[in-house]
């Protein structure tokens, strides 16, 4: 049996807001796990990949990705995350964007996205599919990254 | 064809018609000649046999007046008896004479003379000779020097010469005025045929030129044509370019739209979650400390927030629609088109069933007519269609049983498929503006965002189709759509 560890949310949205909903949600489902966010990609993957403190180096994480990002798209950062020999490869990453494009969500799945959810208008829907996912988050074991 | 063009063309007919009038010309010419030439040799043969004929009585007057002479001096009998034989062939020559100059009355009338003279001649040498034969020796005739005789044979002589010369006169001035007429027709046959060789110079002068003109004109044509297809896969190319671009527009509009629209919705709902805690302290407060609650917050907490909370939902679900609609829109102008054989039969039966449960409730007739089977992409063919019955069962008028009409025919390469009902109608100002997006006419009783009908005229766009609309205010509506019977392939990109 593995020591549980308290896993880090990474949360990379650009919108201060959704941002701010999410967490709120999250909150209300009672997750208390800490969440870092970051607005762009470049920080998003240096914490990732590079900082002492960041999933790579440092304990499990589960990602919660926007694919709008003002100097990336999202689908770089998780083909950054799930390439072949990247450390984060089994960290979960949630993909939250508004897209409910077919087309866009089968990439997603494709690159290794581990679940994928549209931000709805209907904000009811929203909240609920984020307190569920803060449910979900309570439960899953999340792998120890590759740290070789 | 302009004017100079159709004159050229008169002119080079008027030109070939000249050719051939001016052969006919000199053909006619040179037939006249050749039977004037055998005619003067007619001539010329009658004449000689003339002048053999009249010879030939001269060489018997001559033989007659040997036998004659022979006879008077040396008294034989043969000399009698070549006299006898000669004296009788005259008058036979006279008249093979008088037959030959049948068609001359002056040479008839010295025949005649000849005949008479020669008569006189033959009497006086029969006489000669009888008196001889009786043995009178002083007679007249007896002597070689007989004046009688000697006048009478020369007039035979003088009289035969007058009439060879006559002949000779004739035949002359026959052969001058014969000469004259072929030297003309030989002149008119020379000139028609210098003509002719004009003309046909020229005809084939101008027919090279007009040839060497036609396959100038037929090279450019083809570069024109090259040109011009160019041109049209330029100016295409350019089109496929805008509309890309502009669905690119409107998806990246649309969904950028869609993130600060969560936002508002979002905390919208915050606000709404808030309200509640809020009259909970009002209710609080109310109970309490009646006085320190104002009807200014009663009215803010009560009715002013949740009845705001309430626009601001509304009109942004309203905006997320619209939204979704464009989104919607531009989506179906990325997507390939795959053009098939699509059987508009089933597919237009399939559509009433998946609509059967409305038209039960409502009561409506269906009627579809059959349908010829079309080259198109099959899913855009069925929007079109299934919005337009839809549309057709929605707006149908409540007091009377609902009739809907579906038929189509084949006209040379399109497809027109028509939708009629008996509804409530559209009023005609509004024909083209109930295509266009958020656009909708009459009472609006019904459920819709007006996107239904623009979205299916960019479809029928996109299948190189049109829709139009005929109908009147309470007297039904008429959707026609025309579609190419044969969708060309690869149109539009999934970029």
């Given at each position: ?148 | ?433 109930i295509f266009d997006l958020f656009r909708r006419s009459g009472t609006q009783d019904q459920p819709g965002e007006g996107i239904g009908l623009a979205h299916v005229r ?38």
């Open positions: 049996m593995r020591k549980p560890q308290t896993v880090n949310i990474v949360m990379i949205e650009d919108d201060e807001g959704h941002a701010r909903l999410i967490e709120r949600n999250i909150r209300r489902a009672g997750v208390n796990n800490e969440i870092r966010h970051f607005m762009e990609g470049t920080a998003a993957l240096q914490y990732l990949f590079d900082s002492a403190d960041g999933p790579a180096k440092n304990g499990p994480a589960l990602v919660l990705l926007d694919l709008n990002l003002p100097d990336m798209s999202g689908i770089d950062v998780l083909q950054r995350m799930k390439a072949p020999d990247s450390p984060l490869k089994r960290t979960p990453v949630v993909v939250l964007t508004t897209t409910d494009d077919k087309v866009e969500i089968e990439r997603c799945y494709d690159l290794g996205a581990n679940v994928y959810i549209t931000k709805p208008v209907n904000y009811e829907t929203f909240a609920q599919a984020i307190r569920q996912l803060g449910l979900f988050l309570s439960v899953i074991q999340v792998p120890d990254t590759d740290v070789s | 064809m302009n004017t100079a063009q159709r004159q050229f063309n008169r002119a080079i007919f008027a030109a070939i018609a000249t050719g051939f009038f001016m052969l006919i010309i000199a053909a006619g010419a040179v037939v006249w000649a050749f039977q004037r030439t055998q005619d003067i040799g007619q001539r010329v043969t009658h004449s000689i046999e003339i002048e053999a004929a009249i010879a030939n009585l001269n060489r018997l007057d001559e033989r007659i007046e040997a036998a004659r002479r022979g006879f008077l001096l040396e008294g034989d009998k043969r000399f009698l008896r070549t006299f006898e034989v000669t004296a009788a062939e005259i008058p036979h020559k006279i008249n093979d004479m008088a037959k030959l100059t049948a068609d001359n009355p002056d040479q008839i009338r010295r025949v005649e003379q000849y005949r008479k003279l020669a008569k006189n001649y033959l009497d006086l040498v029969e006489k000669s000779i009888a008196n001889k034969r009786a043995g009178i020796t002083t007679v007249p005739g007896s002597s070689l020097l007989d004046k009688a005789d000697i006048a009478v044979s020369q007039q035979l002589r003088d009289l035969s010469d007058t009439m060879s010369s006559a002949e000779r006169d004739l035949l002359e001035k026959r052969t001058t005025r014969e000469h004259a007429g072929i030297l003309l027709s030989t002149s008119i046959g020379i000139v028609a045929a210098t003509i002719l060789l004009l003309v046909s110079f020229g005809t084939i002068w101008v027919v090279r030129r007009t040839l060497a003109a036609l396959s100038v004109a037929g090279e450019q044509l083809r570069l024109l044509n090259g040109d011009l297809e160019s041109a049209v896969a330029e100016r295409t190319a350019e089109l496929q370019r805008a509309n890309a671009e502009i669905q690119r527009f409107a998806y990246i509009v649309s969904h950028d739209l869609r993130s600060p629209l969560v936002n508002v919705m979002g905390f919208t709902s915050e606000l709404a979650a808030a309200i509640e805690p809020l009259s909970e302290l009002l209710e609080m407060a109310e109970e309490r400390i009646p006085d320190s609650v104002t009807d200014e917050a009663r009215y803010a907490v009560r009715e002013n927030l949740p009845e705001s909370v309430g626009f601001i939902r509304t009109s942004t679900e309203k905006m997320d629609r619209l939204i979704n609609a464009i989104l919607r829109l531009s989506r179906e102008g990325r997507r390939m088109l795959a053009p098939e054989a699509v059987d508009m039969n089933a597919l237009v039966t399939s559509i009433i069933d998946s609509l059967q449960h409305r038209v039960g409730e409502l009561g409506v007739t269906m009627k579809a007519e059959p349908l010829p089977t079309v080259i198109t992409d099959k899913l855009a063919i069925e929007q079109i269609l299934s919005n337009l019955i839809e549309n057709a069962i929605k707006y149908l008028k409540a007091d009377r049983p609902g009739t809907i009409i579906i038929r189509g025919q084949k006209e040379n390469s399109r497809v027109l498929i028509e939708v009629e009902d008996n509804g409530r109608g559209i009023d005609p100002k509004d024909h083209e503006r960019a479809l029928a766009h996109r299948l190189g189709g049109t829709i139009s609309c005929t109908s009147a205010l309470e007297n039904g509506a008429t959707f026609r759509l025309s579609l190419p019977k044969d969708l060309a392939p690869q149109q539009g990109s999934n970029t």
